[in-house]
């Protein structure tokens, strides 16, 4: 019975074995057939573009000449976009800095508000306020 028993035991280990085979044979064969569709659809991609470009030749020269136009614009262009980048900073600058000493001049009148001043510090005051108005 024991011989028995180790027959049906190595039967079921040979059949495992074949099921195994059979199933790493059969994804090899999956991975084959994806990987020959997407070769497959890369080409067709590819020979879309390809199309699109030589049907169009006339026009890549032209755009290529609009980007050298846009280019050589630009460039011209530079010194001006520089000029209102550097307006529009500084007047930004401005507002943040006029922000910060109204906010400073507010610090100083909670903390030092009713003790005595020396003339320079009321000097320094005014010379404040006087700039936020």
């Known amino acids: 019975e024991d011989?028995?028993?180790?027959?049906?035991?190595n039967e079921e280990d040979k059949n495992n074995k074949n099921k195994k085979e059979l199933d790493s044979e059969e994804e090899r064969e999956r991975d084959k057939k994806e990987r020959d569709e997407y070769a497959e659809r890369v080409k067709l991609r590819d020979r879309e573009k390809t199309k699109n470009l030589g049907s169009g030749s006339a026009t890549l020269d032209s755009k290529k000449k609009n980007k050298v136009s846009t280019f050589?614009?630009?460039?011209?262009?530079?010194?001006?976009?520089?000029?209102?980048?550097?307006?529009?900073?500084?007047k930004d600058?401005?507002?943040q800095k006029l922000i910060d000493l109204a906010m400073e001049l507010d610090?100083?009148?909670?903390?030092?508000?009713?003790?005595n001043l020396t003339e320079v510090e009321i000097r320094r005051k005014q010379?404040?306020?006087?700039a936020l108005e």
């Not at 011989?3 to 035991?9: I, R, V, Y």
């Not at 630009?74 to 900073?89: G, V």
């Not at 610090?107 to 003790?115: L, P, V």
């Open 3 to 9: 011989d028995d028993d180790d027959d049906s035991s």
């Open 72 to 90: 050589e614009e630009l460039q011209s262009s530079l010194p001006e976009i520089r000029k209102i980048s550097r307006q529009k900073y500084l």
């Open 93 to 95: 600058r401005e507002e």
């Open 107 to 115: 610090e100083e009148e909670r903390f030092f508000g009713r003790e």
């Open 127 to 130: 010379i404040k306020q006087k």
